[in-house]
């Protein structure tokens, strides 16, 4: 203040007092006064209404107003400005309630001297100052606060609220001050904030967190910060606190947690499966394990968690699995077949499929793998196999029973004719012939079913619906196809009945199946439908192997890699396959064609490249079946008519000449197609049937009866052969011959197909 004068404005009617106070400021070197007397408050009043002092010295005994009031009166219009009271009555009271007024001191007259009275209105200027310079900030403060979320608060050592601004929304500043933190907010939430605030109290640093404060049911999170309150002399008095209401925030955090919840689920979900699912990280440490997991490898998941993972599950790395690591890594996915370990030591095989998992910036950082077990699978697949290859056995057997049946044949028939032809013979030729007769029939039954069990033909045949067998196929493959697989059926519920048998149906289902899951080892969808079918003239015109009449047709289609033109023709063959050595036989598809043709049916397949394939089977419906037996009908002997013999094999040209003849039939002989043709030419008018080998070298068999067909529309034919399976068969039957023997035939089985021929009732 030194350099500034001070105004004074003094308020005093007793001139005596005016000079003494005159006299004491001169006294003072350090300060100008400039002193400004008025006698009354009247007077006082209008200097204050037109001038700035910076102190104002006051008598509370003036001749227009007294005691008390005097002080009310002038500070009322003096504002702001610092008002000393100075009066000649030393009253306690009055002095005390002066300065609960708003008075800054309170002198008493002939007690005061120079320097005290200029203290005091130095005190009581600067304290002015001070108020005015704190109102100000405190203005700008508030202004700065206002509408902006941040509570402030003082806080005693106690924790009482000394101060409070800007209270959240639910409070009022009356309802906090002089409380604590547990009188306004749940217990838990105020003991947090407690420690917090001693903690501050105790070692007296400043500390910031988040906190959580529910207020009348509703809770809102605060960033918190509590600051150490000190005076001057640095000692604490309590905290100053700043909370900021940071719930928007904090929303979107919660919905962090939320995310984190519903990864949980999920993981709970995972768990519902039973593959075993496990996530690595790339040092092929396990931090995901999952419960189908738990139990596939008996490891629970807080043994798993943390382990090298090919440790725990592979006796030894091996080169394979290093190589999967290296395409899960690079391609980023990998898919194979894996033996792996238990915790009991027991091996398994398991389908299994891995995944890299990257992180948002699109850097690798797992790998999840999920395996299926599919030991027990591979023991039905086994199985498959195992069956395909009796087919196989069976197909190499029926090529030796072909044989073998040429041989019998004569052999047969040659003990059958010799008693007729030496009826006079000792007793001891006819059991002799007997002996061979008989013989030579056993080796016929012996090869007959070795012929069976290749064709499959030998199956009991019942009235099946399949709508049931194809549910039960759909329910096996659905737990041991890979899950990538989608399987489904489509049986119309009225399906017709097959006459069958349910197991070797049953294999015809499964082998298709099995191809459509190799052909999709990406996945795809597998859709067995059934269906059926009133096969009509002309269908069956169209299509050799049909006949008119009612059939269900069962489709197998799946989504996968397709065949190409050039292999459709060959997938029936036996040994076919485009699989690698151990994975494909080449068996399936001729052993679905055997039983299926044995069944009465046939088989269709439509493909296409890249978009999957449909096998169509085509089975007979109960109605309208026949059997042909002719062992039940009696012998009958021929009346001169010529029949044209056709086989290659001059064992079986003349046993059947001769069986022929002794029961009243003239017979032709051809060696081969062409031969056959020939002599059909020249004597079309005189030859009554044709008894036609279908294996025939040169020309085959079936071109033969299609030429004679053209010779003569009407001509009547006998097929013959011991290859039942022989895919011709069918064939053969659909080109319009009017009855198949099968080799080898008794004499009395040729004569009642020659009969049934001759009569036309075929
Ligand atoms: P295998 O399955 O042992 O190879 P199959 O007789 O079952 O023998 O099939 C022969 C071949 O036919 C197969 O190797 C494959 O090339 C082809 N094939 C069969 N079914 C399908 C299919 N659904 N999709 C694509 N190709 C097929
Ligand atoms: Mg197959």
Redesign the pocket.
Known sequence: MAGKNIKVLLVEDNPGDVFLLQEFLKEVTTVVVDLIPVEQLSEAINYLAKEIFDVILLDLSLPDSQGLETFVIAHHQAKATPIIVLTGINDETLAIRAMQEGAQDYLVKGQVTGDLLVRSMRYAIERQRADDALRHSEERFRVALKNSPIFVYNQDMELRYTWVYNPPSGLTVEEILGKQDLDIMPGEDAQRLTTIKRGVLTIGIGMREEVSITIKDTTRYYDLTVEPLRNESQAILGVTCASIDISERQAALRERKLAEEKIREQAALLDVTTDAICVRDLNNQIIFWNKGAETLYGWKATEAWGKNATELLFDEPSPEIEAALLQATSKGKWQGELTKLTKMGKEILVASRWTLVCSEQGKPKAILTVDTDITDKKHLEAQLFRAQRLESIGTLASGIAHDLNNILTPILAGAQLLPLKFPDADERTHHLLEILEINARRGADLVKQVLSFARGVEGKRITLQLRHLIVEVAKILKETFPRSIQISTDVLQDLWMVSGDSTQLHQVLM?LCV??R??MPNGGSLIISAENLLIDENYARMNLEAKEGPYIAITVS?T????SKE?LDR?FEPF????DVGK???????TVLGIIKSHGGFVNVY?ELGSG?S?KVYLPAVEGMETITPEELPPQMGHGELILIVDDEVAIQEITKTSLETHNYKTLIANDGIEAIALYAQNRDKISAVLMDIMLPSLDGLTAIRTLQKINPKVRIIATSGLMSDNKLSTVAAVGVNTFLVKPYTVNELLVSLQKVLSGAN
Request: hydrophobic share 40%; net charge negative; no cysteine.
């Open positions: 082998n191809n459509a190799d052909a799946d996968g890699v397709g065949i292999i997938i076919f396959t485009t699989k494909g036989t080449g068996l399936g598809l001729s493909s394939t096998f």
